[in-house]
């Protein structure tokens, strides 16, 4: 399927692993010219490497997207290349866990201060190009937990998780009628170094990962998704063929969350 978006300028947060590598492959993939956004220099080489050798047009910038200064200096190196960003991919990454009283007011504030207000950062620093180009797409990876809080000991993200996910369908009511689309991924048990880490963390080095996901998550696929599921989800996101598609919220789960609507 042609997406019809070669030659778009693309920066995305957190392309160096996981979900976020996926969506560098597709997009380049697709044409675009791919800026792989994260902090750890040795992967972000890894990936452009890759994207390069496959054909494709790609840059590494190394920031911390938690930061305005990173942010800033990030999304400054892509106009400085090629442009303003057109096609954004927002992701940050916590792993904080923990019940109510075991979580400190600053842990609270903290992991606001990643998701919303880094994702708030982001979305001012490419908003107004956007907004003269009259076409822009900006897809977040969030959580299911944002819709449906978990059960697991996550009451910090089933806080903050939300809050984000209302400021970009807010944005989607604003920034509409400019031709921008904001819309929500929310990934299931993707199977990713993150999610292994999470397991092994809290079931021990031992942990079966594949039959944990199958045994005790209920989920009606019965089995984990992989980054390619949430890749591919993207990438379509953010072609021209869906510019009708906005303020939208997207379960990539195999069937777990129970909701129709």
């Known amino acids: 399927m042609d997406l019809r978006i070669k030659g778009k300028i693309a920066f995305v947060a957190g392309g160096s ?7 560098s492959e ?8 791919v800026a792989v956004v994260a ?5 972000i080489d890894r990936v452009v ?9 790609a840059i590494g910038i190394s920031a911390d997207l938690a930061t305005k200064e990173g942010v800033t200096a990030a999304v400054e190196t892509v106009r400085a290349t090629w442009g303003p960003p057109e096609i954004v991919l927002a992701q940050t990454n916590d792993l904080t866990s923990g019940s109510f009283f075991e979580r400190s007011d600053d842990d609270f504030r903290r992991v606001y ?14 908003i107004p190009d956007m907004r003269k180009a009259k076409w822009g797409r900006i897809v977040h990876l969030s959580s299911c937990v944002a819709k449906e809080p978990d059960i697991l000991p996550h009451i910090v993200h089933n806080t903050v998780r939300a809050s984000t996910t209302n400021l970009i369908k807010s944005l989607a009511d604003e920034f509409a009628r400019d031709g921008i689309t904001f819309n929500s991924i929310a990934p299931g048990y993707i199977m990713t170094d993150t999610m292994r880490e999470f397991v092994t963390d809290h079931y021990g080095a031992d942990a079966d990962i594949e039959n944990w996901v199958k045994n005790t998550r209920n989920i009606p696929a019965e089995r984990h998704g992989t980054p390619e599921e949430i890749g591919s989800m993207v990438a379509y996101l953010c072609s021209d063929l869906a510019g009708y598609i906005t303020g939208e919220y997207i379960n990539v789960d195999g069937g777990w969350h ?4």
């Open 17 to 23: 692993q996981g979900m976020g590598e996926s969506v």
């Open 26 to 33: 597709y997009l380049a993939e697709a044409g675009c010219k």
């Open 39 to 43: 902090r750890n220099q040795e992967r």
């Open 49 to 57: 490497d890759r994207l390069r050798a496959a054909g494709g047009t």
């Open 113 to 126: 201060e990643i998701f919303t207000m880094g994702f708030l950062m982001l979305a001012r620093e490419v």
């Open 258 to 261: 129970r909701a129709a609507v």
